[in-house]
């Protein structure tokens, strides 16, 4: 199995990078196998280390998609397109709870994960400085994650920060190792262009930091922290004005890095009944044109939120448990597309909120965001442990922190690295909690 994860943690990063694309679907192959696993072993050995309250929230999940697909008598076909999302990563955060790697294959999985994130900045560097050094935008800055990938990259790079922010609390690596990674990881979310670095990098340093100091708070690491911050902070606005503040101000007018942030989030965009009148009925009275709504004339981050909660609100089961899955996304094979992908498939899968809002409606988000919840409890509960589990869990704080705010910011289900990386590590944080209440000295 460890073999078998180095290469999936290879593939995720490199899967949209190789030219040929032939990798595309290997990492789903390997979560199938490692579903497998699960259910053989979970078999032969009658042990899944899962806290109840996972169970029972999952079973609250299968009603609420069930009812959904019963409510909008989803195709099918349809519904195979709106499960692939979530069922290629659950097997990851399921395999910790019946299965861990030895501390040296585990430790070596992290470093691997590390090697991976580390290459990103010269690879990010010669896209900016030469492949797209004629184009405007940040938006091909992707490092080895493809197109479409730069926010992802961003969240990757600062959750990858978080956890090495713990390990210096906990004095496992020195400062001065700390600051040459730290500003390695942070090069390509400052030259991508990724607004919301400025917003997470306090929660990827001080959070971390906070939970993995918890019994004594070092002046001295402190100061380091606040002066890693502020240098990471300068930098990140002096490479911004370098790289686009020119470009913006010829596209948009726009005079700052606020500027251009506040039109990031909200454009203001409202919907009037007669933009959303024509062939497909979701709510009592709203119907939504054929022709496709595009990117830019969806308006904001925060536009694109609001939309299917203005749009769904006519009618109250529908908004609570929304279109049903993939009724609202694309498919390469055309008769999986959802009923309603055609005119919001393009802008529906923007932020996993506008995804879950549309296809899983209010009570879809609030779920996802009891999960959330769940992990990120349970990381601050293991931070207490004074060990290298307790030190990955203090980081793991932040970076659920950051999941939680990205959650109106990217759609994770999108980008396997992101979503992939992100369960199985959660994956064992469900697991060492469970081990933790059960046998409290085994973890300590």
């Known amino acids: ?73 989803v195709a099918p076909g349809t519904i195979v397109t709106g499960l692939r999302p979530y069922l290629r990563w659950l097997p990851l955060m399921l395999l910790p709870t019946v299965y861990q790697s030895p501390d040296s294959q585990f430790r070596n999985q992290l470093l691997l994960m590390l090697c991976f994130l580390l290459l990103q900045a010269p690879v990010t560097l010669y896209q900016r400085l030469i492949e797209y050094r004629d184009y405007g935008s940040g938006d091909m800055i992707t490092g080895t994650l493809g197109v479409g990938g730069s926010g992802a990259l961003s969240v990757l790079l600062l959750s990858g920060i978080a956890v090495l922010t ?65 240098v990471l902070f300068g930098g990140y606005i002096t490479l911004y004005n370098q790289f686009y503040k020119e470009q913006g101000v010829e596209a948009n007018g726009e005079k700052s890095l606020w500027d251009n942030v506040a039109r990031y989030l909200y454009g203001g965009r409202e919907w009037t009944t007669d933009e959303l009148i024509e062939e497909q009925r979701i709510g009592r009275n709203t119907i939504l044109p054929e022709d496709p709504i595009g990117s830019k004339e969806g308006g904001g981050r925060i536009d694109k939120i609001l939309m299917p909660i203005r749009t769904l ?20 094979i055309g008769q999986f597309s959802g009923e309603f992908a055609i005119r919001i498939g393009e802008i529906s899968g923007e932020t996993t909120a506008s ?10 988000i609030a779920l996802f965001l009891v999960l959330l919840g769940f992990l990120t409890y349970d990381a601050i509960r293991l931070s207490k442990l004074n060990d290298a589990r307790g030190t990955l869990a203090a980081g793991w704080v932040g970076v659920m922190l950051i999941m939680i705010i990205c959650v109106a910011y990217l759609n994770m289900f999108y980008f396997n690295a992101l979503s992939y990386l992100w369960a199985y590590l959660s994956g064992h944080i469900i697991a060492w909690r469970f081990m933790m209440k059960k046998q409290p000295y085994a973890l300590g």
């Open 313 to 332: 609100s006519y009618d109250p089961v529908k908004l609570w448990v929304g279109l049903g899955f993939g009724n609202a996304s694309t498919s390469t």
């Open 166 to 230: 713990a390990f210096y609390a906990r004095s496992m690596i020195s400062g001065a190792k700390l600051f040459m990674l730290v500003v390695i990881l942070t090069l390509p979310t400052t030259i991508n262009e990724t607004k919301a670095t400025f917003v997470l990098l306090p929660f990827a340093i001080l959070v971390p930091y906070l939970f993995a100091g918890w019994q004594k708070i070092n002046v001295a690491k402190l100061t380091s922290i606040l002066t890693i911050l502020a």
């Open 355 to 364: 995804f879950l809002l549309w296809e899983t409606g209010l009570g879809g």
């Open 1 to 73: 199995m460890h073999k078998l994860l180095l290469i999936l943690i290879a593939l995720l990063f490199l899967e949209d990078f190789v030219p040929t694309g032939k990798l595309k679907l290997v990492p789903e192959l390997i979560s199938a196998m490692i579903f497998a696993f699960i259910l053989l072993r979970a078999a032969l050995y009658n042990i899944i280390s899962i806290p109840p309250r996972y169970l029972i929230l999952g079973v609250f999940i299968l009603l609420h998609g069930l009812v959904g697909i019963m409510v909008n008598s």
